[in-house]
């Protein structure tokens, strides 16, 4: 039987195989972790941008009633005021932005709440009501969220015209 004899390029061969093997597996693992990266902050501005919109949606469609919306100017900007009765007695809800965070109170009317005292929503660096132009149902509420991006939503009440008592 022929024994093979082992050359310096048998050896070269893996070697070489083997690095090309391992740069792949490196450029391949640094990708991922780029498109990870970039996903995962696009979908941090979706919810930043979607989340605002969505719950002040909310808000004023669970408040759609006669007398139940009112727009003040509140601590560092605009509020939204959702007036509701519990109890035979009327309660507020107010939205607002403070120290670049979006925040909601729930008050005994005709209270205003202290702005410290709210529960923190979300982030947020500030929201502005603008009725200007609009139908007196219909306002707009652009959010500006913390890295600087504009979001707005435009609302229109079923069964009243918005209260601007600013």
């Known amino acids: ?3 093979r004899k082992k050359h310096h390029t048998d050896y070269f061969m893996v070697l ?5 093997y391992a740069i792949c597996a490196l450029l391949l693992a640094a990708i991922g972790a780029t498109v990870y990266r970039d996903t ?4 941090k501005h979706n919810y930043d941008e979607r989340t ?8 004023v469609r669970q408040h759609d009633a006669e007398g139940a919306v009112r ?10 005021v959702f007036i509701e009765p519990v109890d035979g007695q009327e309660y507020e809800t107010w939205l607002y932005v403070q120290n670049d965070v979006l925040y909601e109170a729930f008050v005994a009317s005709p209270n205003e709440p202290d702005p410290v005292f709210g529960q923190p929503i979300m982030p947020m660096q500030s929201m502005l009501i ?8 219909s306002f707009a509420v652009t959010f500006v969220t913390v890295d600087g991006r504009t979001t ?3 609302l229109t009440l079923d069964s009243h015209k918005a209260v ?3």
């Not at 070489?16 to 090309?20: E, N, W």
Request: hydrophobic share 50%; aromatic share 6%.
């Open 1 to 3: 039987m022929a024994v």
């Open 16 to 20: 070489a195989l083997f690095s090309v």
């Open 40 to 43: 995962a902050t696009v979908m």
């Open 52 to 59: 605002s919109i969505l719950y002040v949606a909310e808000k």
């Open 71 to 80: 727009i003040e100017r509140f601590a560092q900007g605009d509020a939204l």
């Open 130 to 137: 603008d009725m200007d132009g609009l139908s007196e149902r």
């Open 152 to 154: 707005s939503l435009h």
């Open 164 to 166: 601007d008592v600013r």
